[in-house]
């Protein structure tokens, strides 16, 4: 669908889905198969669609690419075929003592159709995860990619089309006055996938179709050093986290905080992972660049406010390694940061890392609990029973204790935010409800205690009644 589509065509399509689903709600079998041949599909097409995202950011890592784009959706779509029988069957109780001896019952049953507004920071792992488990559960689809990255949103559009009529599956192309429209049809379920301010934005669209939203959102996400820690280890784990896909990542460190005094050991172990593992920044395959010279001057900003407002900007590995004919923006430190910073208040979204010293936990608690509602929170400490206490006083979307961003690829774990971080879950089996109506069921047998308990009320009613309300 291209840039043109008219909201009437939006509802066009919206109506034909529905229409569909309503005549054959997919079963296992259908769904099982589905997914084969999605998998099959992507598989065959994932080196143009590795070749769609580079070319859309400019420069984007293959191998990056791969871990986090690839892997991810296999392993959700594995994940799914191997356990959907068991998350489709139906769960039996008995009823309460009350009503026996009826049986309760859980259905998951599916919505409908579920929209899906995806980002442009993984294209295709954050387009194709939802759909996946929204296919599971047994719905059909309407997937809007990000403008931002229109080649990938092609060869997205291609790989559904290769697999999925429009009346089941569909991708609709556009800029932001299309995903306006989009956000605003009567689905049965929304996601969405990207900044707080345009989640708000989306959120108020859904609310007037009373649709159900899950808003992956972003947010202030940090790591918190222990003291006693081992540096080098933390040093290395942030960093990798940090400039998977140059920091475009919603789970990436927004900003650490360190004991006081140990700064300078920081930034040296910092500095010697960069030198090591990107030698000739402004040349390596293997870093990303900035999505487009908006974000990349976006980013520019954020240091030059820092900067005049006394922050200490430290380029890794010199200050030549920025490139802004390729849009390389260079992991950058930030010491003496605080919270009157443009970079402490905005979600940075690049390779920038302010740093913050702190005298005890329970001030470097109280500075982040002063920060909305994070969507990852990241503890580094070998006491295993601190980190669980920092984990307890920290309202968090996820958490991950001595490393980072790695949670987001576990299908086993649920995934979404908290508060302006976001609301609802994905992944895995907590995709597959999220996707689903949990429908409740009430089987009476032939016989009821509760005909016992009928007018006109007598003394074996009182007793009765006395038994169960002791």
């Known amino acids: 669908m291209d840039d043109h589509i008219s909201e009437s065509g939006l509802r066009t399509l919206l109506h034909a889905q529905r229409m569909?689903?309503?005549?054959?709600?997919?079963?296992?079998?259908?769904?099982?198969d589905d997914l084969a041949r999605l998998r099959v599909a992507f598989q065959a097409r994932f080196a143009r669609l590795a070749q769609a995202m580079s070319d859309d950011f400019g420069q984007r890592s293959r191998h990056e690419s791969q871990l986090s784009d690839q892997m991810t959706v296999l392993h959700d779509i594995d994940h799914a075929r191997r356990h959907l029988k068991r998350w489709m069957r139906p769960h039996r109780h008995w009823?309460?003592?009350?009503?026996?001896?009826?049986?309760i019952e859980v259905h998951p049953r599916p919505l409908g159709v579920i929209g899906v507004i995806a980002p442009w920071n993984y294209p295709v792992s954050l387009a194709l995860m939802p759909l996946v488990e929204?296919?599971?559960?047994?719905?059909?689809?309407?997937?809007?990619?990000?403008?931002?990255?229109?080649?990938?949103?092609a060869a997205l559009a291609e790989l559904v089309a290769a697999v999925f009529p429009p009346e089941r599956v569909v991708v609709v192309q556009g800029d932001a006055a299309v995903g306006a429209m989009f956000a605003a049809l009567p689905f049965d379920h929304l996601v969405f996938t990207g900044s707080t301010a345009v989640g708000r934005k989306v959120a108020l669209a859904a609310a007037a179709n009373l649709t159900p939203v899950t808003l992956e959102l972003g947010g202030k996400s940090p790591a918190l050093i222990a003291p006693g820690y081992a540096l080098a280890l933390a040093a290395a784990r942030i960093a990798q986290g940090k400039l998977l896909n140059a920091g475009q990542t919603c789970v990436a460190t927004d900003y650490v905080l360190l004991p006081r005094g140990r700064v300078p050991d920081f930034v040296q172990a910092l500095r010697a992972y960069v030198q090591k593992h990107y030698p000739v920044l402004r040349s390596t395959p293997d870093f990303s660049s900035i999505v487009s010279a908006r974000h990349y001057t976006r980013l520019h900003a954020l240091v030059d406010d820092a900067r005049a407002q006394g922050a200490e900007v430290i380029t890794l590995p010199d200050?030549?390694?920025?490139?802004?004919?390729?849009?390389?923006?260079?992991?950058?430190?930030?010491?003496?940061?605080?919270?009157?910073?443009?970079?402490?208040?905005?979600?940075?979204?690049?390779?920038?890392l302010p740093v913050l010293e702190y005298d005890s936990l329970e001030e470097a608690i109280a500075t982040i609990n002063s920060q909305p509602r994070p969507l990852a929170l990241y503890v580094f400490d070998d006491d295993a029973r601190r980190a669980a206490r920092v984990i307890a006083a920290i309202p968090a979307g996820t958490a991950g204790i001595n490393d980072?961003?790695?949670?987001?690829?576990?299908?086993?774990?649920?995934?979404?935010?908290i508060g302006a971080s976001g609301m609802g879950h994905l992944h895995g089996h907590a995709g597959f409800l999220n996707f689903s109506k949990q429908l409740p069921v009430f089987r009476q047998s032939r016989w009821s205690g509760l005909g016992l308990l009928r007018p006109p009320y007598g003394k074996l009613a009182e007793r009765m009644l006395r038994w169960l309300a002791r």
């Open 20 to 32: 569909t689903w309503a005549r054959q709600v997919p079963d296992h079998m259908q769904r099982m």
């Open 95 to 103: 009823a309460d003592i009350a009503f026996f001896p009826a049986h």
């Open 134 to 153: 929204a296919l599971a559960a047994g719905n059909h689809v309407m997937l809007k990619p990000s403008e931002l990255t229109p080649r990938t949103s």
């Open 319 to 352: 200050t030549t390694a920025h490139d802004a004919a390729r849009r390389i923006f260079a992991p950058t430190l930030l010491l003496r940061a605080d919270a009157s910073m443009r970079v402490m208040q905005e979600e940075i979204f690049g390779p920038i």
């Open 404 to 417: 980072t961003v790695v949670q987001f690829a576990q299908t086993r774990l649920p995934f979404g935010g």
